[in-house]
């Protein structure tokens, strides 16, 4: 199983990313894959995560509105649309796939089954 997140890089405070993570090696409609996030210095913390079963939702209440998640089963692909970035957004965005569904109790990840090299994303001021 390899998930390969892309899309970061350096924006301005109010920009947008979008990031992509490309799930090759499962049954992509049989796992829960969400975004997870570390910034520096901090624990790691849930972004969204989608399922074939149960759609899209958020690990934490604070991210809806300017962070979507969406996906695209054709291409084996989960997107997370960043808009209004702020310099506190700045992370390491990594994804990560769960067997069965999004579980939002866990907000760290800790029961997800594989997880992709993350990419960088950097908020300047």
């Known amino acids: 199983v390899q998930l390969q997140a892309s899309g970061g890089g350096l924006v301005q405070a109010g920009g947008s990313l979008r990031l992509s993570c490309v799930a090759s090696?499962?049954?992509?409609?049989?796992?829960?894959i969400g975004w997870f996030r570390q910034a520096p210095g901090k624990e790691r913390e849930g972004v969204a995560c989608?399922?074939?079963?149960?759609?899209?939702?958020y690990y934490v209440e604070s991210m809806k509105g300017r962070f979507t998640i969406s996906s695209d089963r054709a291409k084996n692909t989960v997107y997370l649309q960043m808009n209004s970035l702020k310099p506190e957004d700045t992370a390491v965005y990594s994804c990560?796939?769960?067997?069965?569904?999004?579980?939002?109790?866990?907000?760290?990840?800790?029961?997800?089954?594989?997880w992709g090299k993350g990419t960088l994303v950097t908020v300047s001021s």
């Open positions: 990560a796939a769960e067997h069965g569904t999004c579980y939002y109790s866990d907000s760290m990840g800790y029961g997800m089954d594989y």
């Open positions: 090696g499962l049954t992509f409609g049989d796992y829960g």
């Open positions: 989608i399922s074939s079963n149960e759609g899209s939702g």
